[in-house]
């Protein structure tokens, strides 16, 4: 496992990503991109970001 690799996101999605997840659930469950897009709750969080201007 590698816990300092990351993605690129906006700031809006990787707050509320945290806001979820502490980073050691983010390095154990959420390792991927398609991890976090699965995830149900971030999946709504998204959503609202795509809204937003």
């Known amino acids: 496992m590698q816990l300092n690799a990351g993605i690129n996101i906006c700031r809006a999605c990787h707050d509320g990503?945290?806001?979820a997840y502490d980073e050691m659930q983010l390095?154990?469950?959420f390792s991927?991109?398609?991890s976090l897009l699965a995830d149900e709750g971030l999946k709504r969080h998204?959503?609202?970001v795509a809204k937003q201007k």
């Open 17 to 19: 990503i945290h806001n």
């Open 27 to 29: 390095a154990k469950g």
């Open 32 to 34: 991927t991109l398609d």
């Open 46 to 48: 998204f959503a609202w």
